[in-house]
């Protein structure tokens, strides 16, 4: 639920970035690749319908790869996922996906590097709590192994084009990852594809998703009583979507004391309370705000549920 912390695209910091990705392929690597995936378009008649080089389709932004993937779903039809090989009668992947699958070659060939990347960058893009839940920190490290999956946004099981490319790459725990996610895409149309994905410069769920904890009905205000409470996720342009997903409502569910824990402390330390305090110590108010409810620093350190604990004060 937490968009990459990728620099401004105007931002030269955004250009030595993707220079420094482009940088994990030797160019003898993508000069190979550059020719199969041109003869690939040229045996199956798609140069037009897909005129992306390797070179922009490893660093296409995220509007580009949404459009990418919606032209390479229409062929489906004529290069389904899977087929009937005749030696053996059985259902296999199909062989033309599994030539794009060796050209744009993630698994056991680049994932380590790009891996690396994410670790070396792990401070500037933000990477620490996981993009999709915000439930578990994922950059721990151990005998510097990474501790975080990276995610193909658009599976690239469906979309071998897309398997190495930077901005479809999201940073998350396992459980998003290899229990939830799998190979599924999230969006149904082009612009969904767009508008879900965390690595996008316009992505908009902390806007358009708010957190809440709400009265069960039949149930009296009780802050010390937590059944009579929920935790409920407010949508607004087709978020919701994404929160059922990731079932964002039950995962969060179990950490409603948390959330009850902010709202006890609120009515506890109102405004007025807080200015007294203030006075009292000689802080500014922000100052007492800050010390009580940790908001900023939640924040700005990408803690996990920093967006619960937000959210709880509005
Ligand atoms: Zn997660």
């Known amino acids: 639920m937490k968009k990459i912390g990728y620099p401004d695209r105007h931002d030269p910091k955004f250009s030595t970035l993707t220079a420094q990705y482009l940088a994990l392929f030797t160019v003898a690597d993508l000069n190979r690749m550059e020719n199969e ?3 690939w378009k040229t045996r199956e008649r798609v140069t037009g319908l897909l005129p992306e080089t390797v070179k922009d389709l490893l660093v296409s932004d995220v509007a580009s790869l949404a459009s990418v993937y919606a032209r390479f779903k229409t062929l489906r ?41 994410f670790v070396n960058h792990a401070d500037e893009l933000h990477i620490s709590s996981c993009h999709y839940c915000e439930m578990s920190y994922i950059n721990v490290y151990q005998t510097k192994k990474r501790q ?7 599976p690239k099981e469906k979309c071998p084009i897309l398997g190495l490319s930077l901005f479809n790459f999201v940073p998350c725990c396992q459980v998003c990852n290899s229990r939830i996610k799998l ?21 908009g769920f902390d806007d358009k998703v708010k957190i809440r904890l709400r009265n069960k009905p039949g149930f ?21 979507r994404m929160v059922d997903f990731f079932h964002l409502t039950e995962r969060y569910e179990f950490h ?37 409810f940790h908001e900023r620093f939640l924040k700005d350190n990408h803690r996990c549920f920093a967006k619960l604990m937000s959210d709880m004060m509005r």
């Open 37 to 39: 995936w041109a003869d």
């Open 77 to 117: 039809r004529r290069i389904p996922l899977k087929t009937i090989n005749p030696a053996t009668g059985k259902k296999e992947r199909n062989a033309k996906l599994k030539k794009l699958d060796g050209i744009f070659c993630y698994t056991n060939k680049y994932d380590d590097d790009i891996a690396g990347f």
């Open 148 to 154: 975080f999956d990276i995610d193909h946004y658009i």
């Open 183 to 203: 190979a599924k895409e999230i969006g149904r149309n082009q612009a969904e594809y767009e508008k879900f994905n965390p690595a996008g410069e316009h992505y």
């Open 220 to 240: 009296k205000h009780n802050l010390n009583n937590p059944t009579a409470y929920y935790i409920y996720f407010r949508c607004k342009d087709g978020f919701r």
């Open 256 to 292: 409603k004391t948390e959330a009850i824990r902010i709202k006890k402390l609120k009515a506890q330390y109102p405004k007025s309370a807080r200015r007294k305090i203030a006075k009292m110590l000689g802080y500014t108010e922000p100052q007492v705000y800050e010390d009580l």
